[in-house]
């Protein structure tokens, strides 16, 4: 069973949390008028295999926002951050 360490609350199981996505995309500028690059943001995503940093928000305890390093071919988490902190850079 997947645990997460909430920085705030401790370890907790991976139901508590929901998860939100990659942590490495970036969002296009507000600015762009270019429908293909917002196609490619919203409902394109990679599948990697290996270490791989994620949005997780922690819905049943603190609610505050995660980026989570999870080794996705072990399913083990090396560590966790609040996303406030630019965990998403």
């Known amino acids: 069973m997947l645990k997460i360490a909430c920085p ?16 490495n995309k970036v969002r296009p500028a507000h600015q762009v008028r270019d429908l293909g690059e917002w196609y ?3 409902f394109l995503f990679d599948n990697p295999k290996g270490p791989h940093r994620e949005y997780w928000q922690h819905v049943l305890g603190c609610r505050q926002w995660l980026v989570v390093e999870r080794d996705t071919a072990t399913n083990t988490v090396q560590g966790t951050r609040f996303a406030r902190d630019g965990g998403g850079e």
Not at 8 to 23: K, Q
């Open 40 to 42: 490619d943001y919203v």
């Open 8 to 23: 705030g609350c401790g370890v907790r199981n991976y139901t508590e949390f929901r998860y939100a996505g990659d942590a």
